[in-house]
Nanobody, 124 residues
Framework: QVQLVESGGGLVQAGGSLRLSCVAS????????MGWYRQAPGKQRELVAT???????NYADSVKGRFTISRDNAKNTVYIEMNNLKPEETAVYLC??????????????????WGQGTQVTVSS
């Protein structure tokens, strides 16, 4: 009933920038937290950044000062601006949302959803 669709990935040179977007659609009543994670081949999925409904943000130490997460509540969309990208940040970037969904406001429940991911490749 809910879909998260990412866009904006691609190939960029080291030191370059990319902006990812993720739109949540479906029967959504409210979204608590939206975030970005990444997973490189052979590695565990790791947190990149999250933002809650009042725009309080949280970043992995490795991206602080280079990445900026933001959110448009009216559009159920989360963005991440990634600057000064490094080759080791090559990964699939996945969108995550913690939200309330259901057939009606009376039957809504809390769910966690993931997008399919978008590939970010940083060349050296």
């Amino acid at each position: 009933q809910v879909q998260l669709v990412e866009s904006g990935g691609g190939l960029v040179q080291a030191g370059g920038s990319l902006r990812l977007s993720c739109v949540a659609s479906g029967r959504i009543f409210s979204i608590f937290v939206m975030g970005w994670y990444r997973q490189a081949p052979g590695k565990q999925r790791e947190l990149v950044a999250t933002v809650n409904s009042v725009s309080i943000t949280n970043y992995a130490d490795s991206v602080k000062g280079r990445f900026t997460i933001s959110r448009d509540n009216a559009k159920n969309t989360v963005y991440i601006e990634m600057n000064n990208l490094k080759p080791e940040e090559t990964a699939v970037y996945l969108c995550n949302a913690d939200l309330m969904s259901g057939d009606s406001v009376f039957s809504q429940r809390r769910y966690e959803y993931w997008g399919q991911g978008t590939q970010v490749t940083v060349s050296s």
